[in-house]
């Protein structure tokens, strides 16, 4: 079975810091993982994603990720870290192998210090 | 990036009435869609996988007859709480993805209040 973990619910970093959002995996095959940022009583916004090719993935509003097949991680960096920033981060697997399914993390709070 | 629309943003409902959520996706067509539901502070839990032109697949633990969904086109899927109850209020997000090596676009939500 697929699935995602997140093992930090909340992260605090103060402005102008470098971020990490923590993420790791397991599934059968190549993965598909994506990230998706939730605002309060918001739908979730993509972020990036990683199907094939590079492992460091950039995406919107400065996030990059690093995916990494030998520690089944794919962790969500910022090089400076905005008071905007603060919000709820997603990692998610979609299974390949026949449902298509998205599967998310328990999804880690971000708190940034201004 | 594509637009996934979800209507109503919230309502509240009487407790004993049914409650119809709309997704669309608007710039593209999706097969399949997703339905969520959100609890306070808590991860997306996917209720059901939305198939245009067939059943829905339900996630185990998820009442069908409670949690209708209706996927009649490949730009709309439905779903239908019946029958709400206070303990069906939450917040619900469907999502859909144009291909599977697509990222998938979510709906804004619906929050369900039931008095």
């Known amino acids: 079975a697929q699935s995602v973990a997140q093992p930090e619910d909340q992260v605090n970093v103060a402005e102008g810091n470098p971020l990490t959002v923590k993420c790791t995996y397991s599934v059968s095959g190549n993965p598909y993982l994506f990230w998706y940022v939730q605002y309060p009583n918001r739908g979730l916004q993509f972020l990036l994603k990683?199907?094939?090719?590079?492992?460091l993935v950039k995406g919107s509003y400065g996030f990059e990720a690093e995916f990494n097949k030998s520690q089944t991680s794919f962790h969500l960096k910022k090089p400076s870290a905005l008071v905007s920033d603060s919000a709820l981060y997603f990692c998610?697997?979609?299974?390949?192998?026949?449902?298509?399914?998205?599967?998310f993390g328990t999804g880690t709070r971000l708190k940034v210090l201004a | 990036g594509a637009v996934v629309s979800q209507h109503p943003s919230w309502v509240i409902c009487k407790s004993g009435t049914s409650v119809k959520i709309e997704c669309r996706s608007l710039?593209?067509?999706?097969?399949?869609m997703f339905w969520y539901r959100q609890f306070p502070k808590q991860s997306l839990m996917l209720m059901a996988t939305s198939n245009e032109g067939s059943k829905a697949t339900y996630e185990q633990g998820v009442e069908k007859d409670k949690f209708l969904i209706n996927h009649a086109s490949l730009t709309l899927s439905t779903l239908t709480v019946t029958s709400a109850h206070p303990e069906d209020s939450s917040f619900y997000i469907c999502?859909?993805?144009?291909?599977?090596?697509?990222?998938?676009?979510f709906g804004q939500g619906t929050r369900l209040t039931v008095v």
């Open positions: 999502s859909a993805s144009p291909s599977l090596n697509a990222e998938a676009f």
């Open positions: 710039d593209f067509q999706a097969t399949t």
């Open positions: 990683y199907i094939t090719g590079d492992n």
């Open positions: 998610a697997v979609r299974d390949t192998s026949g449902t298509y399914k998205y599967i």
